[in-house]
């Protein structure tokens, strides 16, 4: 049996979405000393990538047990400073109410979650300049259900943002108006 090593993290390691890799950095640098939010966090392969770059994480889930077992192994590892950047908060997202003051985060990001109540929540939380990164669920299988008509996100966000990157793409049966979006959007002052 090998024995794992501080050298195995990385193959330990689950690569961030491709939006989040490619919007770290931004993300990361308007944050400042503020944190960001993780929402449905799941096995905290995005926020790593933010811990990473310095940031403080907190991590939002309902189920947090397979980041919780995953960070006693990588605090064992060359990634021990930026998984100890990451704290964990338990919330239901569908029944429990909204914890975050207003101003508290310096970034939000939301991937492959998608629950349209959040949004008010998020614009309220994330402080001026800072980014909301969102990224949908993909529209395989009967996903296509719960994703927005095309252009309802865009409308949502324009209202306090400014929309740098927005992105949809129609699925579901032909006819049948659904959209997968990826988004950054940066707060207005």
């Not at 060359?78 to 429990?96: I, T």
């Not at 207003?102 to 629950?115: E, K």
């Not at 909301?132 to 993909?138: A, D, G, I, N, Y």
Request: aromatic share 8%; with cysteine; proline share 7%.
């Amino acid at each position: 049996m090998k024995r794992t090593t501080p050298d195995d993290a990385a193959s330990y390691r689950v690569e961030p979405s491709p939006l989040v890799r490619r919007f770290a950095a931004k993300i990361a640098e308007a944050a400042g000393d503020k944190p960001v939010l993780d929402v449905a966090c799941g096995s905290g392969r995005n926020a790593l990538a933010l811990a990473q770059l310095g940031c403080r994480v907190i991590c939002v889930d309902r189920d947090l047990a397979s980041l919780q077992s995953r960070l006693v192994y990588l605090r064992r590892t060359n990634l021990r400073k930026a998984s100890a950047r990451l704290s964990l908060h338990h919330l239901d997202l569908m029944k429990n109410d909204w914890p975050f003051p207003p101003g508290v985060a310096g970034g939000i990001i939301n991937v492959h979650f998608l629950l349209p109540a959040l949004f008010p929540h998020f614009e309220q939380s994330l402080s001026s300049g800072g980014y909301l990164l969102f990224e949908s669920v993909p529209g395989c299988g009967g996903n296509y259900l719960e994703l927005p008509k095309a252009g309802a996100m865009k409308t949502t966000l324009e209202s306090a943002f400014e929309v740098e990157v927005y992105q949809e793409r129609k699925v579901g049966p032909i006819g049948y108006d659904a959209v997968t979006i990826r988004a950054l959007a940066k707060k207005r002052p």
